[in-house]
């Protein structure tokens, strides 16, 4: 695996790339996790939560993960990534510029992510490093959820 110091930005800029790379594990959406989740954020908006009323009003017949619930799952979608930064004392995640729900992730289905480098900045505090991530329902093409993550190293 390649190594990249977090200051060297001309190095991890030339990892930047429209292509994205493995798929992570899968991890699989079961209601106990949708009503853990739905008990957390107090979110238990009948879609999430009812069983028998999604079987019968529902347009997916059965429940569906939050969408939260899908982005707090993307640290347990681990996939190997072709490098890593080193040297740094911090690493803070520091925001998001881009959150989509493009679709929906109905229980029992598997979820898996796929990450790409999609910019390397030099600034004050140190060096901005932003991950697309895509988490998509096993054997579906369009992703449910699309994010563009934010680290600091410094």
Known sequence: MAQFNFDDVAGMQALVSEEFGPWSNAVTIDQALINRFAELSGDDYWLHTDVEKCAKYSPFKG???????????????????????????????????????????????????????????????????????????????????????????M
């Open 63 to 153: 429940t569906i993960a939050h969408g939260f619930l899908t982005l707090i799952l993307l640290p347990k979608m681990r996939a190997e990534q072709p490098f890593e930064v080193v040297g740094f004392n911090n690493m803070l995640n520091v925001g998001s510029d881009r959150l989509r729900f493009t679709g929906v992730v109905p229980v029992g289905a598997q979820v898996q992510s796929r990450t790409r480098l999609k910019a390397v900045e030099a600034t004050k505090k140190g060096t901005a490093v932003t991950l697309e991530q895509h988490v998509h329902v096993v054997g579906e093409a369009r992703p449910a959820l699309i994010y563009d993550m934010i680290f600091m190293y």
